[in-house]
């Protein structure tokens, strides 16, 4: 970062950082143009024109913490605090000023409790059941795989820091294979790309266990000693044959039967899962078969052998000390954000029904399924909507009022990190911008203005980073905040990657600290990882699940539903863009020109069939709704699979909608994770 009187002039990677190299991903290498974005909110707004035009005129911050504090105690005074509810997801990813930093607030208050589990929720409780909240392999000692299976997961666009260490074991010798329904940069770069249905991935990790225990290459002592549940494991899969999977995958039998000798011959072997892998009804049982595979063949015995999901796990992050789930009132009306829409609208019933939403960190008009409705819930004149942005997004359209937030060089944070071991740093670098503050001084002179004055809405932002992390953990050995302040980042005292095999004695974080093939938490039913979970850090129960891995088909498919998929006949997938993070930067000028128009890539068949060309406007709709996009024909996708990238805004949409106009409010198998890409549509040439 290079800051010339007061201006950040230039951003840039550092060169010495193990696991980036100095590389900034396109999403970063543009900052300032967002820092610095005309468009920025630099002061507090109010609603002049109707909802949704985005008429807005500058307040004060006075003004506008006065008017907030006297709607939300009328609310609460008049229909409960409950009818109060935040939406709130990943703008931010540091611990202060990320998923938590309302959760006090909206504990004191009172106000709906808001579950988010748009991301990685089921994959996290399925891989949690299975060999619990471990860091699972470190990223860098990927160059030690010799068989890397990327599942789900687009690298080269979300995980780009990734690929060196991929490469650097292809060098090696290693063989990389990618399992996906679409050709994508990665699976360009890879030597083996499996094609697979959207949402079928669990029979094929089935039958992979099929093949690998039927022909005897399992690793028999690591079974025994650090797994439980493997003899009725066995008797499980018999049904999940290759050719019974070849029928549901459309991956030939025989590919089944290579991929999984492969897999288990050549040791160690690694398997990265992407979230897109939970965005179906059987999204978690997916999730559990993937992590079962590991032990099985004795994986975990070598760096770079294991599962790589998400390294978060390592970092010893305090969540309570953000979320303080003490001040929750016990039983707390919950609702799950993903469920916005039919919450403001009313089909959910909501008794006090929804009358104020504060929205901070998210754009859930962009990333929340059925759009349509949730846009006909905020238009709603009797809903009190806050919304805390550094731009006025389609969200904030709908705000009464408008919160100016800084960006991450205008504060202070601590991060851990979804993606490597390194603890960092985040120094404030300029002055915010304009009147616009952090989400952390936000919730003081929201709690202020509220006349809240319990020590935890005092904390400065350096007594919140010292309550952080567990500085104590045998991780944080040699990391305190003033070395992580001098030095921007520190790898966590774990071994490092040529050493680091954390359960070559298994030593798995699970109640019977084995890999639970036998599930010992499903009996207790359904559960969301607390993380997810604002006010909570218990274990949710639900309804008990099969302890063992199974297969969940997906619920909208032509092969599951055939009813729907006469009129609905093409599987639709919205995964993330390239140049997009999520659906920031989709108002940035840099940014579109490299992401170009929101496309919906088709094969030629189904093109031909509907006498689409590439470049004609198509329209893409289902039972839930509709959105209008440039074709783009394709041979990337397979025959029935469409794809619509995630992240373009409705005002640069041709027509009101977005891809998330068709996406459905049905949750998956656990977590009460997304089922995006369940997705059934038809498409037709628009005129
Ligand atoms: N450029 C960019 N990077 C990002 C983000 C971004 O928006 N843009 N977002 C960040 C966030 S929040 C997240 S969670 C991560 C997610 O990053 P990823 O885990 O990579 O998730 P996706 O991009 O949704 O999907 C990855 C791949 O899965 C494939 N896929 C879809 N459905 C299926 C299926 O049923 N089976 C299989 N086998 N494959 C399927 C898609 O074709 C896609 O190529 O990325 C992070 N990084
Ligand atoms: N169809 C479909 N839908 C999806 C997904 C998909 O793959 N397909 N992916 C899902 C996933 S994995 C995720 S993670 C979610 C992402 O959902 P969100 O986290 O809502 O992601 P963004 O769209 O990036 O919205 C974040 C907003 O926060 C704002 N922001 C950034 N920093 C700050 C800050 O410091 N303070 C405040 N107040 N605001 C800030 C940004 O300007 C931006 O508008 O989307 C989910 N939705
Ligand atoms: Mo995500």
């Known amino acids: 970062m290079t800051v010339r009187d007061g201006t950040a002039v230039d951003v840039s990677g550092d060169p010495e950082h193990p696991f980036t190299r100095g590389g900034l991903c396109v999403k970063v290498d543009n900052y300032l143009d967002r820092v610095y974005s005309p468009d920025r909110v630099l002061f507090p707004l109010r609603r ?38 935040p939406c709130s997801y990943l703008g931010t990813e540091g ?49 030690h795989s010799r068989y890397i299976i990327i599942w789900a997961c687009n690298v080269m666009s979300t995980n780009l820091h990734l690929w ?42 089935l039958a992979m266990m099929h093949v690998i225990i039927n022909e005897g290459l399992t690793d028999d002592d690591y079974i025994a000693r650090y797994t439980i549940g493997y003899d009725a494991l066995v008797e499980r899969v018999q049904q999940y044959s290759p050719e019974w999977a070849a029928e549901e995958t459309g991956v030939p039998a025989d590919d089944i039967r290579t991929l999984a000798r492969e897999y288990a011959r050549a040791q160690p072997s690694v398997i990265r899962i992407g979230v897109a892998i939970e965005r179906h009804a059987g999204g978690g049982q997916t999730v559990r078969a993937l992590a079962c595979l590991p032990a099985l ?42 469920l916005l829409g039919d919450a403001l609208t009313g089909e959910l019933a909501l008794d006090p029904p ?17 759009q349509d409705n949730l846009a006909r819930g905020l238009a709603r004149e009797d809903l009190f909507t806050v919304v805390s942005e550094q731009f006025i997004t389609d969200t904030a359209r709908y705000a009464d009022i408008v919160l100016p937030a800084t960006t991450q060089l205008e504060q202070e944070d601590i991060m851990f990190s979804w993606g490597h071991l390194y603890a960092s740093y985040n120094h404030r670098a300029v002055q915010p911008l304009g009147e616009a503050v952090s989400n952390t001084e936000l919730f003081r002179r929201l709690a202020a203005a509220m006349g809240y004055t319990d020590p935890v809405f005092l904390r400065t932002d350096q007594e919140m980073i010292a309550e952080a992390f567990d500085w104590s953990a045998p991780v944080m050995q040699g990391i305190t905040v003033e070395s992580l302040k001098e030095k921007g980042w520190q790898r966590l005292n774990v071994p490092p990657p040529d050493q680091y095999a954390p359960h070559v004695e298994g030593d798995f974080p699970t109640p019977t600290g084995k890999v639970e093939f036998a599930s010992s938490l499903a009996p207790g039913g359904n559960f969301v990882v607390p993380l997810f979970r604002q006010g909570s850090t218990e274990h949710q129960p639900g309804n008990p699940v099969d302890p063992l891995p199974h297969y969940i088909p997906p619920r909208e498919s032509v092969r599951t539903n055939p009813e ?52 004609a406007r198509v329209r893409v709709f289902n039972n839930r709704g509709e959105f209008v996009v440039k074709a783009k024909i394709d041979k990337s996708v397979l025959p029935g699979v469409v794809v619509s990238h995630v992240g373009s805004w409705r005002m640069h949409a041709d027509g009101l909608s977005t ?21 059934l549509v038809q498409v037709e040439r628009k005129p």
């Open 659 to 679: 891809v998330s106009a068709v996406t459905p409010t049905v949750f998956g198998d656990l977590g009460n994770c997304p089922t995006f890409s369940d997705t």
């Open 164 to 205: 060196p260490f991929i490469a650097e074991a292809r060098k090696r010798g290693a063989k990389v294979v990618v399992v996906d329904p679409v050709k994508t940069r990665t699976s360009k770069a890879a030597d083996w790309h499996l094609t697979i249905r959207p949402g079928t991935d669990g029979a094929l990790a």
């Open 297 to 338: 063949v004795g994986a975990w015995r070598q760096p770079g052998g294991g599962i790589l999901q998400l390294p978060l796990w390592a970092f010893p992050v305090i969540w309570d000390n953000f979320i303080h789930p003490e001040m929750l009132k016990p039983g707390t009306r919950v609702v799950n954000q993903y």
């Open 48 to 85: 002049t024109g109707p909802k949704g035009s985005g008429e807005f005129e500058r307040i004060s911050w006075a003004g506008a913490l006065a008017e907030i504090a006297g709607k939300f105690t009328g609310i609460a005074a008049e229909h409960g605090p409950e009818a109060i509810m």
């Open 95 to 143: 611990v202060l000023n990320g998923l938590n930093v309302g959760d006090p607030f909206f504990a004191k208050l009172g106000a709906t409790v808001s579950e988010r589990t748009y991301c990685d929720s089921g994959s996290c409780t399925a891989y949690a059941m299975t060999i619990g909240d471990s860091a699972g392999v470190d990223p860098e000692s990927l160059v």
């Open 354 to 370: 929804v009358k104020a939403l504060m929205v901070y960190n998210s754009n859930p008009l962009v990333v929340c399924p059925d």
């Open 564 to 615: 729907l998929a006469a009129a609905y006949p093409l599987s639709l997938l919205s995964p993330k863009s390239h140049a997009y993070l999520n659906s920031s930067d989709a108002n940035l000028e840099f940014h579109r020109k490299v992401q170009k128009d929101p496309s919906l890539l088709i094969h030629p068949e189904d093109a031909e069939e509907r006498g689409i060309t590439t470049g």
